[in-house]
């Protein structure tokens, strides 16, 4: 059985020594400067790894130019998006006062997120694919159920609530991801490239449920369950190791978010109208 997901490959060795030479000296700078790291920070990277998934997007649907278009590809595109993430909060660290570092590193991200999906959306409408209603509502959906799994959660595990915003942001993403790949498989007729994610799919299309609730919600639910165990895990931790805490609540935030925005963004100018 295949592992990873369809299209990985690395990008041709010009481009993956430059990444590997990029990304060593960003580790080297943030290993002299040591910047804090608080929960403000961390979610300063949002918009960050929004621009990572409308820049895979551009990537599949070939609207890169040829010279970057394999720092997009997957997995060159986590180390991109990371390297010059990172380099900015190392530059903006060093500048700037401690209060103003969020803002400024989620500010900078946002401007190359905000240029990054209105390129994915200048492509489907030079399409003419551009069909946002189905998407949007797998995001207010989401919204609401990942509303719903954090008053439950923190209801009965109070622990929950020391993660704050970054294990809401967790639930969120993870959820996000399950409501988005359910709706593009149930609804609009997508496939699923992750093997391990296929694998679940596949079950639940050979249950019973299928004609009722479609192929997707047991993803929804693994998603949900996944997302709800980790960050109780994080939270006993975050007391006791709250920079180590913060920064994989961070990491399983983006692990969930990222694939989920690609999917919104790849459903909204690829979905049938």
Do not use: C
Not at 9 to 30: F, R, S
Not at 201 to 225: C, M, Q, R, S, Y
Request: zero cysteines; glycine letters at 10%; aromatic letters at 8%.
């Amino acid at each position: 059985m295949a592992i990873l997901p369809e299209g990985f490959g690395l990008p041709p060795l010009p481009y993956l020594a430059l990444l590997l030479v990029a990304a060593g000296v960003v580790a080297g700078a943030v290993a002299r400067r040591r910047p804090a790291v608080t929960s403000a920070r961390i979610l300063a990277f949002v918009p960050w790894m929004v621009l990572g998934s409308a820049l895979h997007v551009l990537y599949v649907v070939g609207s890169l130019p040829d010279l970057v278009r394999p720092l997009a590809g997957t997995p060159a595109v986590y180390v991109t998006v990371a390297v010059a993430g990172v380099g900015v909060w190392i530059v903006v660290d060093a500048v700037l006062d401690a209060d103003t570092v969020a803002r400024a590193l989620a500010t900078v991200g946002g401007v190359l997120a905000f240029a990054a999906v209105a390129g994915v959306l200048a492509a489907g409408a030079s399409a003419g694919t551009v069909s946002p209603v189905v998407p949007l509502v797998g995001v207010a959906a989401s919204v609401a159920v990942a509303a719903g799994v954090w008053l439950l959660l923190t209801r009965a595990l109070p622990d929950v609530r020391q993660t704050g915003a970054l294990g809401a942001f967790a639930v969120f993403s993870h959820v996000l991801d399950g409501v988005s790949t359910a709706v593009g498989i149930d609804v609009l007729g997508f496939g699923e490239r992750t093997p391990l994610s296929k694998l679940i799919i596949e079950f639940a299309a050979g249950l019973p449920t299928e004609p009722v609730f479609g192929a997707g919600w047991l993803f929804v639910l693994v998603k949900i369950g996944i997302a709800s165990v980790l960050v109780w895990l994080f939270a006993d931790m975050m007391a006791e190791e709250p920079t180590e805490s913060q920064l994989l609540l961070g990491f399983v935030g983006a692990v969930g978010l990222g694939p989920a925005v690609h999917n919104v963004l790849l459903f909204t100018i690829s979905a049938p109208a």
